[in-house]
């Protein structure tokens, strides 16, 4: 799967002490890092090993970081070791662009390693990973119960499911289809902030800044093109806006109920009971409503320079991750993480 990136969209180098920083304060970080020399010692699978050794080729292509064998082998080191730190997730596809966002930032191996468990461990992206894929469809269900309700019903009418333009944003912290910049902000919030809610509110961001061109559409593919190939093209200054917007907007009583409903839920069935156990039909109150992290005003990465050439859809015949293997690929009982070789894309 390919990012569309320009070679010259890369973080400032205030990003790398902001990221130390952040997993100096986060001892499953700094812990990790010091783990990293000893965990490569570590065997992993042999499927495991072909799967990250073939996705490392396809990320960030155009990234002077990975553009040589000494930045593709950093990446292909930082994912064995994560995959002999945790073998029950071991790698899928997706958290690659995870480590890559970090290398970018972290030139030390070991650092952009302990900055990927903190993500993985931390943050709940390992619930994403997990064998049956489970809680990445309670997040994509979670999306069209948070999105403004006349828009959900509109892009369902037509067949717009979450699942075809959301699946990569929430597996790759939305790094394999927007600008590395749009990307580096997402994770340094998620990284220094705590902000477990991050990734949600991005989303629904990004849906409510597109609400008025895609009520105004009513074909299917129309409207994942329009969010998976234009939405990512928007000028630099309107992406940073809509970012800022989505992180500060606050949730609004029923939405922030349904997060409290759904947080332990583990199947969308169970977060379907979860949420019908809600009271019927009626807004609750800012009272009944839970206590949740407040979106920060300010980001250690808003002072980018403008980029050196517009931002460009990738050329014809380019080929770019396509959440639909992800997150509708069946896995039988006993096997591994669902990896690039596992799914077949569908177009």
């Given at each position: 799967m390919h990012a569309r990136l320009d070679v010259r969209d890369q973080p400032v180098a205030l990003a790398y002490p902001v990221a130390v920083a952040a997993l100096q304060r986060r001892g499953a970080g700094t812990a990790a890092a010091k783990q990293y020399t000893k965990l490569l010692l570590k065997p992993i699978q042999p499927e495991t090993a072909a799967d990250i050794e073939k996705d490392v080729g396809r990320t960030f292509p155009n990234l002077r970081r990975f553009s040589t064998p000494e930045g593709r082998r950093s990446l292909e080191m930082v994912l064995r070791a994560y995959a002999a730190s945790d073998p029950e997730v071991g790698y899928c596809q997706g958290m690659n662009f995870l480590a890559g966002v970090l290398l970018a930032w972290l030139p030390a191996d070991a650092d952009a390693f302990g900055g990927l468990v903190v993500l993985m461990q931390e943050r709940e992206l390992r619930q994403l990973y997990t064998t049956d894929l489970a809680m990445l469809?309670?997040?994509?269900?979670?999306?069209?119960?948070?999105?403004?309700?006349?828009?959900?019903?509109?892009?369902?009418?037509?067949?717009?499911?979450?699942?075809?333009?959301?699946?990569?944003?929430?597996?790759t912290a939305f790094a394999s289809d927007f600008p590395l910049s749009f990307a580096s902000r997402v994770m340094d919030v998620i990284l220094t902030d705590n902000y477990t809610a991050a990734m949600m509110k991005v989303v629904l961001g990004i849906l409510r800044h597109c609400e008025a061109a895609l009520l105004a559409m009513t074909d299917m593919e129309q409207m994942v093109d329009y969010l998976k190939m234009e939405v990512p093209c928007l000028p630099r200054e309107t992406l940073h806006e809509l970012l800022t917007d989505a992180l500060k907007a606050p949730w609004t009583p029923r939405q922030a109920a349904i997060l409290e409903q759904v947080s332990?839920?583990?199947?969308?069935?169970d977060a379907v009971r979860r949420v019908d156990r809600m009271s019927s039909g009626e807004e609750p109150t800012l009272a009944e409503t839970p206590s949740l992290?407040?979106?920060?005003?300010?980001?250690?990465?808003?002072?980018?320079?403008?980029?050196?050439?517009?931002?460009?859809?990738?050329?014809?015949?380019?080929?770019?991750?396509?959440?639909?293997?992800?997150?509708?690929?069946?896995?039988?009982?006993?096997?591994?993480?669902?990896?690039?070789s596992q799914c077949q894309r569908q177009r």
């Open positions: 469809q309670v997040r994509l269900w979670q999306i069209g119960k948070l999105m403004p309700p006349q828009l959900a019903h509109h892009m369902e009418m037509h067949g717009a499911l979450p699942v075809l333009y959301a699946s990569s944003w929430l597996l332990g839920a583990e199947t969308v069935v992290p407040i979106a920060p005003t300010a980001y250690h990465l808003t002072a980018l320079p403008p980029p050196a050439r517009p931002w460009r859809r990738p050329a014809a015949g380019t080929v770019v991750y396509s959440p639909r293997s992800a997150a509708t690929c069946a896995r039988p009982a006993g096997m591994g993480p669902i990896s690039s």
